[in-house]
C-alpha cells in the first residue's frame, strides 16, 4: 500500500524559525537559498519505508495533517480544506488524520517523538490529476485485444533459463521486438561462435517450447561498438509464429492473381499488335497516335493482326514464366514456400513483372540472395536468347517478310542494348529513319527491360532482396534513395521511370523481413554478384541523349 502524507495550515501568519539537528537514519536538512513559507520536509526511507515529518519552531494555528493511500500503484488522491478534514470516496481506501494544536502552546524541535509514519514505498503523484483518462485507457485496451498476441511472459521466464548463460549469451537486458512491440528482445554478450549457438538456440528453443516461437538473431540495435569476435553484435528476437511468420494464399487472392494474368496476356497480344504500326489501318494508327482523336475506329479491324502478334505475346509471357520458376526452383531446395505470381499488366513492356511473396521466413541472408537473383537470371537468360536470335534474325536479307519497322530513336531507350544492336546491325540501318527487326528481338528487348526494372535495388523488388541479403538494410536504404532520386529524375527508364516509380511506391516500397539469420555474412562471392547486376541494370535502363546518340550512331537525330 502506497501512502502519501502532508498538511494544511488555517492561519497567515507562516514566519517560523528552522532548527535542525543530526539523527541517527535521517539525513541532515540543507538550507534552502530563497525564503519559502511552507513545511519543512525531511525523509527518512528505507527499502520499503519512509517517512515524512514537518518540523515547525513555533505554533501557528491549526495544523492538519493527511494521508492517502492507494493499492500501490502510484495513483493515489488527496484531498484537504482550510476548516476541517474531507476524504475522496474512491476504490482506493483513505484515512484523514486531523491533529489539532493550541496556539497558546509551544513546541520544541527535539525529534522526541516518532515522525508519523506514511507510506511502504513513495508512490508516483500526478498534480494535474490521473495520467490517462477512461477513454484513452479504453483504447489502450481494446488495441491490446485486437492486436498481435504477445508472447507469455512464464515462457519468457523459461526460455532465458533454458537457453541463455554464461557459456552461450549472457542476457543483460530486454526489449519490445517486433513491428509492434509484440515479442522480446534479448540484448547480452555472446559468449561463442554466433552460428553455433545460434544453432543452439534453436534446437533448445523446440525442445522447451515445441513449434510455438521463432528465434531470430539479429544485429543489436544502436550497438556503440563491434563484438570482440569480430563482426556486428548481435541479440537475439522472439516472436510467436502466427505472429512472425505470413499468412496462407487466401481464395481472393487467387482470384485477383488470375484476373491479372489474364490482363497480362491482354497487354502481351496488344504489345505484338502495336509492334506492326506500319501495317495497321491509318484510322487506328491516328487513334493510337493522335491526341486529339476522340472517336475510336472498329476494333475488328485487329482481327487480321492477332495471329501475327501472338509469337511477341509468347515472348514477353514466356519470359515471366522463366522468371518465376527461377524463383521457385531456388526455393525449393531451401524449403521456403512462396506464393502464387501477382502478374502487373502493361501495354509498353508487356507486363511489369510479376509480385511474388515470401510465405516462410527465411533461414539466413545466402538463402533470401539465392532466391532473389534466381528469377532475374532465369528471365534474363531467356530475354538475352532473343534478343540475339532477332538481332541475327534482322541481319539477314532473306527474313526481310517477317521483319516489322520500328523507329530508330527507340534504341536511345537503353545505352547497352543500343550499343549491342549497334554493333550488329551496322551504322547505315541504325542511322536510318525506321529500322527493320524481328518480333523475336522485340520481345528480348522488353523481357530484358523488365528485368532490369525488376533488378532495381529498392524495396521489394529482387534488387532490393538482393542487396538487403548481401549488404544489409541501412545498405538498402542508401540504394533506394538513389533509385528513387534517379526515377524521379529520369535518368532511369526514360518515359517508364514515372509510371515504374509509382508501382514501386504502391506495391513493392516496404523492405523485407529479417531472416532467422539475419547477421551471417553471405560471402565475398555473392556480393561481387549482386554488385555486378545492378551494374548492368543502370547500363540497362540508362537511356542515351541526343549528342551521345549522334556520336555512337544509334538513331537518326536531326536536331539537339
Not at 9 to 33: A, E
Not at 283 to 295: H, L, R
Not at 381 to 402: D, I, Q, R
Not at 455 to 466: E, H, I, K, S, T
Request: charged letters at 20%; a negative charge.
Amino acid at each position: 500500500m502506497g501512502t502519501l502524507t502532508g498538511c494544511t495550515f488555517s492561519t497567515l501568519d507562516f514566519n517560523f524559525t528552522l532548527k535542525t539537528r543530526q539523527i541517527p537514519g535521517l539525513p541532515s536538512p540543507k538550507k534552502s537559498r530563497r525564503k519559502s513559507s511552507s513545511c519543512f520536509l525531511c525523509s527518512r526511507a528505507s527499502v520499503n519505508t519512509q517517512r515524512i515529518c514537518w518540523v515547525p519552531r513555533r505554533n501557528f494555528g491549526r495544523l492538519r495533517c493527511y494521508s492517502s493511500s492507494d493499492n500501490g500503484d502510484g495513483d493515489g488522491e488527496s484531498s484537504s480544506s482550510g476548516s476541517g478534514s474531507s476524504s475522496n470516496k474512491s476504490n482506493d481506501s483513505t484515512t484523514v488524520t486531523t491533529t489539532e494544536v493550541d496556539e497558546d502552546k509551544t513546541r520544541t524541535n527535539d525529534y522526541d517523538s516518532e515522525p508519523p509514519s506514511v507510506s511502504s514505498r513513495p508512490p508516483t503523484i500526478s498534480p494535474l490529476g490521473p495520467a490517462y483518462n477512461n477513454f484513452q485507457v479504453d483504447s489502450f485496451k481494446l488495441m491490446e485485444l485486437l492486436g498481435p498476441e504477445k508472447v507469455d511472459p512464464a515462457d519468457v521466464k523459461l526460455i532465458k533459463e533454458a537457453l541463455f548463460g554464461y557459456s552461450t549469451f549472457w542476457v543483460t537486458k530486454e526489449e519490445p521486438f517486433g513491428d509492434l512491440g509484440e515479442g522480446v528482445l534479448f540484448l547480452g554478450n555472446l559468449r561463442g561462435k554466433r552460428e553455433e549457438v545460434f544453432a543452439k538456440f534453436q534446437r533448445l528453443l523446440a525442445e522447451v517450447t515445441g513449434n510455438k516461437y521463432n528465434l531470430f538473431m539479429v544485429e543489436e540495435p544502436n550497438a556503440e561498438d563491434l563484438d570482440p569476435r569480430g563482426g556486428p553484435r548481435v541479440s537475439f528476437g522472439l516472436l510467436r509464429k502466427e505472429v512472425s511468420e505470413p499468412g496462407p494464399t487466401t481464395l481472393w487472392q487467387y482470384v485477383i492473381a488470375f484476373l491479372l494474368f489474364l490482363l497480362t496476356i491482354g497487354s502481351s497480344v496488344e504489345l505484338g499488335i502495336a509492334s506492326q504500326i506500319n501495317k495497321l489501318p491509318p484510322e487506328v494508327v491516328k487513334y493510337f497516335t493522335d491526341p486529339n482523336a476522340v472517336d475510336p475506329p472498329d476494333m475488328e479491324l485487329l482481327s487480321p493482326f492477332v495471329d501475327s502478334a501472338l509469337p511477341l505475346a509468347y515472348g514477353v509471357l514466356g519470359v515471366l514464366l522463366f522468371h518465376e520458376v527461377g524463383h521457385f526452383l531456388a526455393a525449393f531446395p531451401n524449403k521456403v514456400k512462396l506464393s502464387i505470381p501477382f502478374f502487373i499488366p502493361n501495354i509498353t513492356l508487356g507486363s511489369f513483372g510479376a509480385i511474388t511473396q515470401f510465405k516462410s521466413i527465411l533461414p539466413d541472408r545466402s538463402t533470401k540472395v539465392d532466391i532473389s537473383l534466381a528469377g532475374p537470371f532465369a528471365g534474363a537468360a531467356l530475354s538475352l536468347s532473343m534478343f540475339a536470335v532477332g538481332l541475327l534474325l534482322s541481319s539477314n536479307p532473306n527474313a526481310t517478310g517477317e521483319l516489322v519497322q520500328v523507329p530508330s530513336t527507340l534504341f536511345q531507350g537503353s545505352l547497352l542494348l543500343g550499343l549491342i544492336s549497334r554493333a550488329t546491325l551496322g551504322y547505315a540501318s541504325m542511322h536510318a529513319a525506321t529500322v527493320p527487326i524481328h518480333p523475336l528481338m522485340i520481345a528480348g528487348w522488353c523481357g530484358l527491360t523488365t528485368t532490369a526494372f525488376n533488378m532495381l535495388p529498392v524495396g521489394c523488388l529482387d534488387g532490393g532482396r538482393a542487396v538487403q541479403g548481401a549488404f544489409g538494410k541501412n545498405a538498402l536504404v542508401a540504394f533506394g534513395l538513389t533509385t528513387y532520386t534517379m526515377l524521379g529524375l529520369g535518368v532511369l527508364g526514360g518515359p517508364l521511370s514515372l509510371p515504374w516509380g509509382l508501382y514501386v511506391l504502391i506495391c513493392q516500397r516496404t523492405p523485407e523481413k529479417p531472416c532467422l539469420n539475419d547477421v551471417t555474412e553471405v560471402g565475398t562471392w555473392r556480393k561481387t554478384i549482386v554488385t555486378a547486376a545492378v551494374f548492368l541494370v543502370v547500363l540497362t535502363l540508362l537511356p542515351v541523349w541526343d549528342e551521345l546518340a549522334e556520336e555512337l550512331g544509334i538513331g537518326l537525330v536531326s536536331t539537339f
